[in-house]
């Protein structure tokens, strides 16, 4: 594969990824705002810490119910039946079924405080949730930044590379025909080369600010629709 070749296809494949072609400076025109609100809710449905963050919400709600439903608890009820046996009570004489209750003072005071306890539990749950959507969303947006930033920059450094070539072929032709220094064709080759090094430094940023948006979102960029 010839370098021009290369240099046409890197282009090519940043084209692909769906952003527009045309080499600008300014990063704002590549900011896609529907495609990020999508990538945010990928985040936000898909990121296990956010799951977690669900998980508590639903056991802090659950924890409320199951603390409104113990009020019974609070009473415990006896019964016995004894046929041979008789109890006195004001002349009365009781005997067969005996039925008692009793009430858990203690309980019944700290009831209130347990109840309040559980609905502390869920503020804090939904604000936990609320501070981590914030937070989540936040990331997203500086890793959709910093991944443009790469696809912009590779695109700069691949046209780059388009005029070095076709500069150092006019500089090699013109040393070969002994019309131009040999210092002069030494820097050329030495642009050139350091040229090709930035473009696999630019690609390799880009794979990796790739990763890191991917990582947030648990799914690959392309099956975001």
Not at 128 to 145: A, C, L
Not at 205 to 214: C, F, G, H, P
Request: proline fraction near 2%.
């Amino acid at each position: 594969m010839s370098a021009t070749f290369k240099n046409y296809f890197l282009l090519t494949i940043v084209s692909l990824l769906g952003f527009c072609a045309n080499a600008q400076e300014s990063i704002y025109p590549e900011i896609n705002n529907v495609f990020l609100e999508k990538l945010i809710d990928a985040a936000k449905t898909n990121y296990p810490l956010m799951k977690s963050y669900k998980i508590r919400l639903i056991m802090a709600e659950d924890n409320i119910k199951k603390t409104n439903k113990t009020w019974y608890d609070l009473l415990s009820f006896s019964a016995s039946y004894s046929p041979t046996n008789s109890i006195s009570i004001s002349n009365y004489v009781l005997s067969g079924y005996q039925f008692g209750f009793s009430i858990n003072f203690a309980s019944l005071l700290q009831k209130p405080y347990a109840i309040k306890d559980a609905k502390n539990q869920l503020i804090l749950s939904q604000l936990e949730k609320e501070g981590y959507d914030i937070n989540i969303e936040s990331e997203v947006k500086t890793r959709y930044i910093k991944y443009l930033q790469s696809v912009l920059f590779l695109k700069l450094q691949s046209k780059n590379s388009i005029d070095m070539e076709a500069s150092f072929r006019q500089t090699k032709y013109k040393f070969e025909k002994a019309e131009e220094t040999f210092d002069t064709y030494n820097k050329a080759l030495i642009s050139i080369t350091q040229q090709k090094q930035n473009i696999i430094t630019a690609e390799g940023n880009l794979i990796l600010a790739k990763y890191s948006l991917e990582e947030m979102i648990c799914k690959k960029l392309e099956d975001i629709h």
